[in-house]
């Protein structure tokens, strides 16, 4: 009590004193008269202030004539206004762009990029928002330096992401960090870009070594947006319509064609014609055009942010809805809904509490793709003479083509699977300030994901002894009899599983920032980290679905008996423990050094190794705030280089398992067995990478243009993978070993450009260039290599991982043309069953033999470099956008082609070989292939090279008088295409063709990247 | 540092809470895995690691469609001149050491040999009745797999104490197929004195079933004495059925002239084409073996491989009941059927090196499969037949000039089944009558996975098989990635 009335007392007497002060009124805006609220209001050298309102009014008494008011705003330069009188003030603040660029969230921190030594790409909100990606990694191709972005066209597929090359065997996926969370490249499906502030990939081991064995394939950390202090709730409303179309087809034999080629093939094989009367076939069915839509894509967002005092959030919530261009919306789509919520609350001045949380439901829906099976390759390789529909209306069926290859109408119809996915994941996360510059945090990172899967198969015809038939023509099962008159049917068949992921991560670290002198900086993190993953999934299988219809497709209405139901499961479980600790020095902003480490400990390691050690260092120097440096054209230059060390631990936990899969029948009554599966290896440990880094950053011109270069380093010991080893040991699973060794090197660079003509007119570019060189180096495996992937029926292995080539490179034979006749077939080398017409094969070896031992690297499916240009521009109320992105170098195997006699075949074979003379490329046609022309060759191989216009956009922002009185602050009308160009000679559809690492550039009838033309609006009230 | 005692604290509390390092040790039971080291504690276990052992002869389909398509009695076959390029230039004898084919047979033989291993290293652990049983079928099965692996591929390495690991990669050596012909003897020896003449359930080896091994292991070294009097313990036991034909039908497995059968099953329903033939139990020879695009009663779709060739169906004598039970004419098949579905009659779609005979002792049977029809045909593989080890006692009684008597008896009992009559014995006696016998076992055994060793046994290779190289085609070549990897010498001429 006393005191209340002390401090009446008190005012009382400072009112009667300071007669002489005033009241002082007034707005802040920024440089386009936008007014800014919470901005930091303060009379220097006292507590006096405020901030200002939601409409950037201000207003402080007690003031005096002379005091100096100080507005400061992050990301503003901070202004000093000297008070003459009781004006009102309006104040305008300038944007600071040395500040703005500034802050990148790295691992447990943030850090200056001006202070920064390791090697970093960023990718801010500005590039989302105008690509609007369906996935955040589409956002980061061509505009990431140092990162390779192989896109996927399929709806809401997992691109190819390669950051520095291809280190490893086992994973190239980099680690994803969302807000301080550990994840996965595949979460990446259920972010909604719209919610991302910035994403970071962080490249070097300078930064990435505080993940330690995570980091190998380095680390992209993701910050989603957050609501700011002091601010009224701004809601923003983006939606888009779009249509996407594939642009190209590829050629084939119409019908006409198709039967001249047959009958040439058949009677070259010494068999009769097998169409007589070629005239009444026409053009015939073009199963292409019957299998490709047009396909609509939907995209609605809606936030609402602010923040109070104390607290400020951020709630999203979205929808995207694409459907396939191949075969039709309702058998091919993703659909995503997300709704996050970002809060942030001081629960006492030292006392801070973040609570986010991100929820998605994704359903899904896919047509085989990128296979043999594919609807496109039945589309390329089915029989043209086939009408779609039979006179009855039933899907037309071939009778020459017995096998695989099927109309792929009643494919498409014939497929039928849902998936569906619920995922929860966000953080809790406590700060405790202990002083200004100390402080604790302990976070815990959760992911939570439910996975559905329902995949139905029903009975189904493809004509009388086709393989894929299962069903009479009339849908019934077939029924068949055995010489004891026992009948066995065919059946539909449902199966249904469930899959659970959890995985958390909980950490405890602390920040501490001093100064020694005040010249010597120092920023410290210590902290340790434990997480654990689990998955779990059953599996329910069983038969006979009624009416064979997907209606009534599930478990639970099968009707068959106990022993068609069949189920599964697995589980599986990795603990990682992790300490880590760095600290960045820097005297005077000049001189920066940064210190990191980090130990792991992991379940996937063998018994006698469960610890590495991953540290790293790095040294920067901005030479340009050197005494001795002065220059007019040079506003900043820094010279960076680091080193380190990190690893990966992409196996699993390794035991001598019993299996009890063995399996054999006695009295025709099936007996379990067992056998020794697996045999561990207790030394196995992480991969060992070492990374040298390099580079600089310069602004030049009033800081218009700046240049960041980096080359890079990277030497893999200690590759894990499993060997091949003796083949008399039989069939079990070898544990995998670390025995390997790759290395990569590269250069990325990303140069810009900012300017402003006028007030109206603006320029932002950005060119960036990444190159990688991949070497394998060592694998210590008897034989040397380890196939990759293949392709085709029978299968044919291609790609190889082997000691002195690029990892993943194309392995086959050489060509040499065509043998033109018997005199040059004797004169080539011994060449099995070759005759003229038939591909000549370079001996290799020169051994005079043609044989397996003449394969040799035909091709690399790795780009020797790429190239990302953005270019934006804004003149007045109008914005336009294009972006660009090439890809050089890289080669494709066109694997495609079924070859079947009866297939169909594509154009370039009209060019055939027909006798002496007539084709040095493309072989005689014959249903006997002595010679195996079809034998991985480099008759397959094409220059993928491609330079897309990936994407171009013209907005235009209304000007506000228009919906002056309507509550709304911001409208704009925009139109987008997406990969709107693409040239490239390649002749499939599309160039860029995305899987594992060993399995890019195959193209098996790849899912190309549709055109998408859309209209949107973003609103903002 | 007026926050040391913060900073005491927090050091503390980082490592106090994950300082439990055994937080990223892995125990297997976590996710319910069996691991070796509680294994072998029960009986059962034991019963289980036998039946393991017996899995991967249920693997052997491709050493059986070696055995013809590699003779003259079958052409490769198949889709087109690449399909399964591996078979195809086995037919031609263009084999090369990279043939996917060889590698899997001897992928496959090892890990039988690597499941038997690991039963004799865990041998001591445990006693119980009806361990001798056990471990007899476990030699007869080690001796089934290294003499497949010695009749495909000659020399080949030898081992027998345990399963090895990891460390044995690349640290063994071929031993001479000698070593291997006496280990198989002595396996098959302990397998003949500890097995019962018969086993309860149908399947499991039995003493007659390694002694009729036992004693073609001899014949294939020339042991003639041996082999008669091994294999002469065998007859009597056995019968022949009256209708040739009858025994390779379904209702005629495990008959009374079976005297080993390899066993499938329809009944596990398998769907998977990624791990085939060891997750299905049925036969995936047989699919193999049928005619493409099928139409018609009786049988059904199949590859058209080891299509047998017009010389070997003409080769068969008039009244040889064998000729059509052996091999299925298709054109006379759809002459017989023309009434077939409405007079729509039969059809098939012609392969590659079509010839118009299909294999009829292996082959699509309509209704015998289930699951993906492909993958889970019931047929069993007649390893041993009795009529078999009659053929092999006249060889061995007539090569090792023991009684030719004895040997026209034996062969005489088979032709008398074949023909019906007894109008058809063979009287001839030395030379003469070893090509008879000969002679004999490919009218009998033929596309039976045979041939190809007889005649190479019995040098009689080179002079029926095209393109047969003499002192190379004798056997296959050891699979590249194994010289590659484990530094073994290569066959000669490879």
Redesign the interface.
């Known amino acids: 009590m006393k005191t209340i009335v002390l401090s009446i007392f008190i005012s009382l007497v400072g009112i009667v004193v300071s007669a002489q002060t005033f009241e002082i009124k007034g707005t802040v805006a920024d440089a386009n008269g936008m007014p800014l609220p919470g901005v930091s209001v303060i009379v220097k050298n006292t507590t006096k202030g405020t901030s200002t309102d939601f409409d950037g009014n201000f207003t402080v008494t007690n003031v005096n004539k002379g005091d100096l008011l100080e507005f400061s705003y992050l990301g503003y330069v901070t202004k000093t206004v000297t008070i003459s009188n009781n004006n009102a003030l309006n104040v305008q603040l300038k944007e600071d762009t040395e500040s703005l660029e500034e802050v990148v969230v790295i691992g447990y921190g943030t850090q200056k990029v001006s202070k920064i030594s390791g090697s970093v790409s960023t990718v801010n909100k500005k590039s989302i928002e105008e690509l609007k990606p369906v996935r955040a990694e589409e956002a980061l191709q061509g505009q990431a330096a140092g990162v390779n972005v192989i896109s996927n066209g399929s709806p809401g597929a997992k691109p190819t992401v390669l950051i520095r090359g291809i280190p490893s065997y086992t994973g190239t996926d980099p680690l994803v960090v969302i807000d301080g969370v550990s994840q996965t490249l595949d979460d990446l499906n259920s972010l909604n870009p719209s919610d991302i502030e910035s994403i970071n990939v962080l490249k070097d081991a300078a930064l990435s070594a505080i993940y330690g064995v995570k980091g190998g394939n380095g680390v992209i950390v993701v910050k989603t947006k957050s609501g700011k202090k002091n601010t009224k709730t701004v809601f923003s409303l983006n939606s888009s319509y779009g249509v996407q179309s594939v642009v190209n087809t590829i050629k084939v034999l119409n019908a006409s064609e198709y039967a001249a080629i047959l009958n040439e093939a058949s009677v070259n094989s010494g068999g009769n014609l097998i169409y007589n009367d070629l005239s009444g076939l026409g053009t015939g069915t073009n199963w292409q055009d019957q299998v490709i839509v047009d396909a609509p894509i939907i995209n609605h967002n809606i936030t609402a942010s602010g923040g109070s005092e104390n607290t400020t959030y951020y709630l999203s919530a979205g929808y995207l809805n694409q459907d396939g261009v191949i075969g039709s919306g309702d058998k091919s789509y993703f659909n995503r809904t997300n709704f996050s919520a970002n809060f942030n609350t001081d629960l006492t001045d030292k006392f801070k509490f973040i609570v986010n949380t991100s929820y998605a439901n994704i359903k899904n829906s896919s047509l085989s793709e990128n296979n043999i099976g594919s609807v496109l390759s039945n589309a390329l390789n089915f029989d043209p003479t086939v009408s779609p529909y039979d006179a009855n209306g039933n899907f037309g069926t071939s009778s020459t083509i017995t096998q695989e290859i099927k109309n792929p109408l009643a494919l498409i119809n014939n497929t039928y699977n849902a998936g569906k996915t619920n995922k929860l994941n966000g953080k809790l996360e406590f700060q405790y300030k202990l002083a200004d510059n100390f402080k604790v945090t302990s976070r815990f990172g959760y992911t939570y994901v439910d996975v559905y899967g329902k995949n139905f198969i029903p009975l189904q015809f493809y004509g009388v002894g086709h393989n894929s038939t299962n069903a009479n023509s009339d849908l019934s099962p077939i029924v068949t009899t055995d010489t004891d008159g026992n009948t066995s049917s065919t059946h539909n068949r449902i199966s249904e599983s469930y899959t659970n992921y959890f995985s958390y991560t909980y950490e405890l670290y602390a920040n501490y920032d001093f100064k020694i002198n005040e010249d010597h900086s120092f920023q410290t993190v210590l902290g340790a980290s434990i997480g654990k993953n689990t998955g779990n999934n059953i599996t329910a299988n069983a038969e006979d679905i009624p009416y064979n219809s997907w209606t009534y497709a599930d478990v639970s209405a099968a009707t068959g008996d106990a022993a068609s139901q069949t189920s599964g499961s697995w589980q599986y479980v990795n603990r990682n423990i992790s300490y880590f600790t760095r600290i960045n020095y820097d005297y005077l902003g000049k001189y920066l050094l940064s210190f990191t480490g980090r130990v792991d400990g992991s379940t996937s390691f063998g018994k006698n190794n469960k610890f590495g050690f991953f540290p790293s260092a790095s040294l920067g120097w901005v030479v340009s705030s050197e005494d001795f440096f002065k220059s007019n054209v040079i506003n900043y230059l820094k010279l960076r280089g680091s080193y380190g060390a990190v690893g990966n631990d992409n196996i699993s936990p390794q035991f001598s398992k019993i299996t009890t899969f063995p399996k054999y029948t006695f009295d025709g009554n099936i007996v379990s067995g067992s056998a020794l599966q697996s045999i561990p290896n207790d030394n196995v440990s992480w991969e060992n990478q070492i990374q040298y880094n390099a580079g600089f950053d310069l602004k030049l011109f009033d800081s218009k243009i700046s240049l960041t270069a980096d080359y890079f380093q990277k030497t893999v010991s200690d590759l894990l993978f499993n060997p091949t080893l003796s083949l008399y040991l039989g069939t079990p699973v070898y544990p995998a070993a670390n025995i390997g060794k790759t290395k990569s090197y590269g250069i990325d660079a990303s140069l810009s450009y900012n300017d402003s003509f006028s007030d109206n007119f603006k320029i932002n570019t950005n060119f960036s260039f990444t190159t990688s060189t991949n070497k394998v180096e060592d694998i210590n495996n008897g034989d040397k290599f380890i196939w990759g992937a293949g392709y085709g029926i029978p299968y044919t292995p291609l790609t190889r991982f082997e000691q002195g080539f690029s990892p993943g490179y194309f392995y086959g034979y050489k060509t040499d043309g065509i043998f033109q006749n018997q005199t040059e077939i004797d004169a080539h080398a011994t060449q099995n069953g070759a005759q003229p017409g038939d591909i000549k094969y370079t001996d290799v070896n020169g051994d005079g033999v043609v044989n397996d031992n003449d394969r040799t690297k035909i091709g690399d499916p790795f780009p020797d470099f790429t190239l990302g240009w953005n270019v934006s521009l804004n003149y007045k109320d109008f914005d336009f956008n294009v972006f660009t992105y090439a890809s050089v170098g890289a080669d494709i195997y066109r694997a495609y082609d079924r070859n079947l006699n009866y297939t169909n075949k594509f154009s370039s074979i009209l060019d055939r070989w027909t006798g002496e003379g007539t084709s040095n490329t493309e072989p005689r046609v014959t249903f006997i292939d002595t010679n195996n022309n079809r034998r991985a060759s480099d008759r397959y191989i094409e220059d993928g090279s491609f330079v897309k216009i990936k994407n171009i956009q013209l907005g235009y922002t209304l000007p506000e008088s228009v919906y002056k009185t309507t509550g709304f602050t911001h409208i704009r009308i925009y139109t987008q295409v997406k990969n709107a160009f693409v040239f490239t000679n390649y002749s499939g559809y599309d160039p860029e063709i995305s899987s594992g690492v060993l399995d890019t550039g195959i193209d098996r009838g790849t899912y190309p990247q549709p055109r998408i033309f859309s209209i949107g609006v973003n609103v903002k009230f | 540092m007026k926050?040391f005692k913060?900073?005491i604290v927090?050091?503390a509390?980082?490592?106090i809470?994950?300082a439990c390092?055994n937080?990223?040790?892995?125990k297997?039971v976590?996710?319910?895995?069996?691991?070796?080291?509680v294994?072998f504690q029960s009986k059962s276990?034991y019963e289980?690691?036998?039946?393991?052992?017996?899995?991967p002869?249920?693997w052997t389909y491709l050493n059986v469609l070696i055995g013809d398509i590699a003779s003259d009695n079958s052409l490769s076959g198949g889709?087109?001149?690449?399909?399964?390029?591996g078979l195809q230039q086995i037919d031609?004898m263009?084999q090369?050491?990279?043939n996917d084919n060889l590698?899997s047979i001897?992928?496959?033989m090892?890990?039988?040999?690597?499941?038997a291993n690991?039963l004799e290293e865990n041998k001591s652990k445990l006693d119980f009745d009806g361990k001798e049983i056990l471990y007899g079928e476990v030699y007869f099965l080690r001796a089934y797999y290294y003499f497949e692996l010695v009749k495909f591929f000659g020399d080949?390495?030898l081992?027998t104490e345990s399963?090895?690991?990891?460390t044995?990669?690349?640290t063994?050596q071929r031993a001479p197929k000698e070593e291997v012909y006496t280990q198989i003897e002595k396996d098959l020896q302990n397998a003949v004195a500890n097995l019962p003449t018969s086993q309860a359930?149908?399947?499991?080896a039995t003493k007659y079933a390694a002694l009729a091994l036992l004693g073609k292991v001899y014949l294939y070294q020339d042991k003639f004495t041996d082999a008669a009097n091994t294999l002469e313990q065998v007859i009597g036991v056995y019968s022949l059925v009256p209708n040739y034909g009858d025994q390779f039908?379904?209702?005629g497995e495990n008959g009374p002239e079976s005297v080993f059968e390899i066993?499938?099953?329809?009944?596990?329903?398998w769907?998977d084409w990624g791990f085939v033939p060891?997750g299905t139990?049925g036969n995936f020879g047989i699919i193999h073996n049928g005619p493409?695009?099928?139409?018609g009663p009786t049988y059904?779709?199949g590859w058209s491989f080891n299509v047998p060739t017009e010389d070997l169906y003409n080769s068969f004598s008039d009244g040889d009941t064998r000729k059509d039970a052996s091999i299925l004419n298709m054109a006379k098949f759809a002459e017989d059927n023309a009434g077939y579905n409405n007079g729509e009659g039969v059809?098939?779609?012609e392969g590659?090196k079509n010839t118009g005979y299909f294999n009829n002792k292996y082959i699509p049977?309509?209704?015998?499969?289930?699951g993906q029809?492909?993958l889970n045909y019931l047929t069993n593989y007649r390893a041993i037949r009795y009529a078999d080890v009659l053929l092999m006692a006249a060889e061995a009684n007539n090569r090792g000039s023991i009684s030719d008597d004895k040997a026209q008896n034996y062969l005489n009992q088979v032709r008398d089944r074949a023909f019906g009559d007894t109008a058809h014995e063979i009287t001839a006696t030395g030379s003469t009558l070893t090509q008879a016998i000969w002679d004999e076992r490919n009218f009998e055994l033929s596309m039976e996975g045979v041939h190809f060793f007889d005649l190479v046994r019995t040098g009689q290779a080179a002079s029926k098989i095209n393109s047969f190289v003499t002192g190379k085609n004798e056997v296959f070549p050891i699979?590249?990635?194994?010289v590659?990897?484990?530094g073994l010498t290569q066959n000669p001429g490879y």
């Open positions: 926050y913060h900073i927090l050091i509390l980082l490592f809470a994950p390092t937080y990223v040790d892995y297997a976590e996710n319910y895995e069996i691991t070796a080291d294994y276990d289980a690691a036998v039946v393991g052992t017996y899995d002869i249920q889709e087109s001149a690449t399909d399964v390029i031609n263009t090369t050491p990279n590698t001897w992928k496959w090892y890990e039988g040999i690597n499941r690991y080949v390495p081992f399963r090895l690991t990891a044995d990669s690349g063994l359930q149908k399947g499991r039908l379904k209702t066993q499938y099953t329809k009944a596990s329903k769907y060891q139990e493409r695009a099928f139409s059904a779709s059809s098939y779609a590659y049977r309509a209704g015998e499969t289930d029809p492909e699979p590249q990635q194994e590659d990897i484990s």
